[in-house]
Every structure is written in structure tokens, then in C-alpha cells.
């Protein structure tokens, strides 16, 4: 799952990042900071994963007010 | 007619990483209240008039601060409590949980400058009708310390409009906010008024030996309260 703050919300941590790699020289415009959760799942059926994991994000990994998610699923067997 | 001399009892509650649990209860005692501490893997309050959801690192602040500590089982018979329209005063981190929690509308998140801001503010008290209140004056300038590394309030411009309209503003950081929160919001009040969350720390500021004792009208007016409701108990 990749948990990022929603567009328009102040990220001070990308403002600070951002300000840093100007710093080294790079011309970047914008940076955003979010998270990364990987987890592993028994759940076989990617349509019930995926079901599951937006409960999750909706329920404990994301913040619906501040936060936006996209889940990835990666068959690893 | 309310005896002065009854003690209420107000429970603190104590999560993993919690640390100004302590501080909570001193200050309650000092004002007239008998601290009763409540260790987060309860599923039931002792008999208590009010609860306070102390400040500290709950969980480590992991994920996101407050939203760990939100699944204790404690939590349950808190949101039964708030429902029921019983007294909850969070503070700091347990103003962090409560939003979480949903018990309080909004969010905080890292301070803007993304430095921990130690040091007293002055706040603006804008209600006075509330249980966590009514020993000030509306308006009252309050000097009250804050410590925090994620304490900037946060509501989209909707929830905020709803937030400003409906008066749940009851503390507001005088001048530049020190940490960024929307509209200087330092705390606010559910609907109902009978759930409160700020992010200043009322029980650092209740002896003048450590400077402001403005904390203590915060403290002082929830044990008031919680007076209120152990006497309508006990008549019942």
C-alpha cells in the first residue's frame, strides 16, 4: 500500500526534503513524502485481498482526511 | 447543594508510552479530585465522574500519533462514556487519540515547522460554557505551556467551516500559531460540548513554583464537573 498525504495538504517533510535537493543543485518542483506498508497476505483471491486491504487502510493505515491510498498487489508464490 | 469537600473521582488513563499521566493526577489532586489511574487494557471504567487521556508517545506515535492507542481495549467503554454524554478531557496526545478516535472532528499532524515546540503560549478561551471552562472568563488570555512534534490541527475548509460555525473552538493560540494548526485551533469540543481535546498541557500549568498556574482553571472546571455528576449519581 502506498499512503501519501492528498494533494493540497501541507507536507512539511516534502518541504523540507524539497528544500534540501535544491540545495544539492537538483531542480525539482515539488516532493511529497508518504509511506510504504507492505504486508503479506494468506488470502489468495486478489479480488478479496484487495477488498481487505482498502478496509485496512480505511480503518488503520491511511487517514481519510489527510491521507490518499493506492494498493499494489504482487503475486510472490 | 453540592458538598465542596466531595472528592470526584477522575479516571487517567495510563496507554504504553503515555508520560504525563503522572502530572494528570497530581494536578487533579491538587484540585480537589481523587485520581484513579486506569491502565489501557481495562475493558471497563472504575466508577469515575470524568476521564482523562493523558499526553506522552502512546505506541510510539507509530503510524500516525493517536492512531494506535485508539484500539485499546480501553477505548471501548471511553467511546460508551462519551456517548453517554460523560466527561472526557483529552490532552496532547489524548487530544491526538480522540480525533483518531473520531470522538473529536480533525486531525493533528506534524508541526508545520517540523521542529518540537517546548515553551508557553498564550491562548484565547472562547467558550465558557463547557465543563472544561467555566471557571474562565470568555476571552480570558491564558498562558499555558505547550510540548509537542505534532500538534498542527488540521481540517479540510469544509469540516472547518462546519468546526467554526457550530462554535466548537474553545482554546485558540493568540497570534501566530506555533505550530501551524488551522485557524490558531489549540482545542475544541465535540458537539454535544462533553468531549474536549487540546493540545496544551493544563496540568504543567497549576503551581506557581514552575510559573503560569492558568492550567488549573482548566483542571479546576472539569473537577467541578465531575463533581456535578458524582453528586447526581450518588442522589440517584
Known amino acids: 500500500m502506498l499512503v501519501r498525504p492528498k494533494s493540497g495538504i501541507l507536507d512539511p517533510q516534502g518541504e523540507a526534503v524539497l528544500g534540501s535537493l535544491r540545495q544539492l543543485g537538483f531542480a525539482v518542483d515539488d516532493a511529497r513524502i508518504g509511506r510504504v506498508v507492505d504486508l503479506k497476505l494468506e488470502n489468495g483471491d486478489p479480488e478479496q485481498a484487495r477488498v481487505e486491504l482498502e478496509r485496512m487502510c480505511d480503518q488503520l493505515l491511511a487517514n481519510p482526511l489527510i491521507e490518499s491510498y493506492e494498493i499494489e498487489l504482487v503475486d510472490d508464490r | ?236
Not at chain 2, 199 to 215: I, K, N, Q, W
Request: net charge negative.
Open chain 2, 1 to 236: 447543594m453540592i458538598a465542596p469537600e466531595l472528592s470526584p473521582r477522575i479516571g487517567v488513563i495510563t496507554f504504553p508510552g503515555s508520560n504525563d499521566d503522572r502530572d494528570a493526577a497530581l494536578a487533579l489532586a491538587s484540585l480537589g479530585a481523587e485520581p484513579v489511574p486506569v491502565w489501557h487494557g481495562e475493558h471497563e471504567l472504575p466508577d469515575v465522574g470524568a476521564v482523562v487521556l493523558p499526553g506522552g508517545f502512546s505506541y510510539g506515535d507509530y503510524l500516525r500519533a493517536g492512531a494506535l492507542a485508539r484500539f485499546a481495549p480501553v477505548m471501548k467503554p471511553v467511546r460508551a462514556l462519551a456517548a453517554a454524554g460523560g466527561l472526557v478531557l483529552g490532552i496532547c496526545n489524548g487530544f491526538q487519540v480522540l480525533c483518531e478516535a473520531g470522538l473529536l472532528p480533525g486531525t493533528l499532524r506534524p508541526n508545520r515547522s517540523l521542529s518540537f515546540v517546548c515553551r508557553d503560549v498564550a491562548l484565547t478561551v472562547e467558550r465558557i460554557d463547557t465543563p472544561f471552562t467555566a471557571r474562565c472568563t470568555r476571552g480570558q488570555r491564558l498562558s499555558i505551556p505547550i510540548k509537542h512534534g505534532e500538534g498542527c490541527f488540521f481540517a479540510d475548509s469544509e469540516l472547518l467551516a462546519e468546526v467554526e460555525a457550530s462554535g466548537r473552538v474553545v482554546l485558540r493560540y493568540e497570534g501566530e500559531s506555533p505550530n501551524g494548526s488551522v485557524a490558531g485551533i489549540a482545542g475544541i469540543v465535540n458537539a454535544e460540548g462533553n468531549v474536549m481535546g487540546l493540545m496544551p498541557h493544563p496540568e504543567h500549568a497549576v503551581d506557581p513554583l514552575t510559573g503560569s498556574t492558568d492550567g488549573a482553571l482548566v483542571l479546576g472546571s472539569l473537577v467541578d464537573a465531575a463533581r456535578r455528576v458524582t453528586a447526581l449519581h450518588a442522589a440517584v
